[in-house]
């Protein structure tokens, strides 16, 4: 049964569709220090927007709701950032919610300068932090929505029924926060430094063997992608079975396929027990044809594909590149 959170922020994103293209909205509450405007402003290190100033820049807007500051960005994603997310933490509790226009989102929570956990919009189950079990208690409505259109309408109940503070509707206009109906500050974003980061997400879960394998000589790499392909092969069916192989032949031997080969992988379906499980098998073996370092990507989803079958690919993966360290030494 869909909650009235979730009705809710059905209808807002419902009357709002240039909301599709990109938002993130952040709550910050008091801790050890109060949350106040000016000292998100200041952790920001942003600066007040004047009447006739240059419009350049990453903006924000922001709103006292009781003891809460509410930081508000149509169609920008600074406030996920970690770096940003441990300044804006420190002293305070900071739930967000963001997505982009290509469907990517998540759910963060961080506490005094510490990014507990991260949380895949479309995929609950999916999280990475300090605390990845922080959200545990309340996801039965991110659940429910899984793979349909409310999805994000349940990511922004999460965040009001985590926080106890809701986005309000009447406070918005055609445009984004609307100074007329609501006491918004805008802001102009000041420039905080990106903390170091991996390449790509598999550097979240697997930071050591996705090191090992982006540093690994190309041969070693090609088998580590040939072996991830094989596991995915292994348990999926896909609805063009010669190309299929036609792709792994060219993993497992190196060779350069086609633009119009590959896309036609790209274009596969897979079948299998989970759906997201399914697109991330498709990926894997999309990803392993690309190029240099790059096709490292595959192993990340075939980290997600395999799911219980992991560990054990995972464990040949590290044999894999152990062996090709103990070869490359110096006699």
Not at 66 to 73: A, M
Not at 293 to 298: G, I, L, P, R, T
């Amino acid at each position: 049964m869909v909650s009235d959170a979730v009705r809710y922020y059905d209808e807002f994103l419902a009357e709002r569709d240039w909301l599709a293209e990109g938002l993130s909205w952040a709550v910050v509450q008091p801790a050890s220090a109060a949350a106040t405007v000016d000292g998100v402003i200041e952790r920001l290190r942003a600066r007040r927007v004047q009447p006739g100033d240059d419009r350049s820049g990453e903006f924000a807007d922001l709103v006292q709701i009781g003891p809460d500051v509410t930081v508000f960005q149509d169609n920008g994603c600074a406030l996920s950032r970690p770096e940003v997310l441990r300044w804006l933490s420190d002293g305070t509790r900071v739930h967000t919610v963001e997505w982009t226009i290509n469907g990517n989102g998540g759910l963060t929570y961080a506490v005094y300068g510490r990014v507990l956990t991260w949380m895949d919009l479309n995929d609950p189950e999916r999280r990475h932090g300090d605390d990845p079990s922080a959200f545990a208690e309340d996801l039965d409505d991110v659940r429910a929505a899984r793979g349909t259109e409310q999805a994000r309408p349940a990511a922004m109940a999460f965040v009001e029924r985590r926080t106890g503070v809701r986005l309000p509707a009447e406070w918005m206009s055609d445009e984004g926060a609307d100074p007329e109906a609501g006491p918004w500050v805008t802001v102009r974003l000041g420039a905080i430094p990106s903390d170091p980061r991996p390449p790509s997400n598999f550097g979240h879960y697997e930071p050591d063997l996705d090191a090992r394998l982006r540093a690994a000589p190309e041969r070693v790499r090609r088998e580590a992608l040939a072996l991830a392909v094989r596991a995915v092969t292994a348990r999926f069916r896909f609805s063009d079975d010669d190309l299929v192989g036609q792709a792994v032949e060219a993993v497992e031997r190196g060779l350069t396929v086609d633009e119009e080969t590959r896309w036609r992988v790209v274009r596969l379906t897979a079948q299998g027990a989970d759906v997201r499980a399914c697109a991330d098998a498709v990926h894997a073996l999309h990803a392993a044809l690309g190029a240099g370092v790059a096709a490292v990507d595959a192993v990340g989803a075939a980290r997600h594909a395999l799911t219980e079958h992991w560990p054990a690919v995972r464990r040949d993966l590290f044999r894999l590149v152990r062996e090709a360290t103990v070869d490359s030494r110096p006699v």
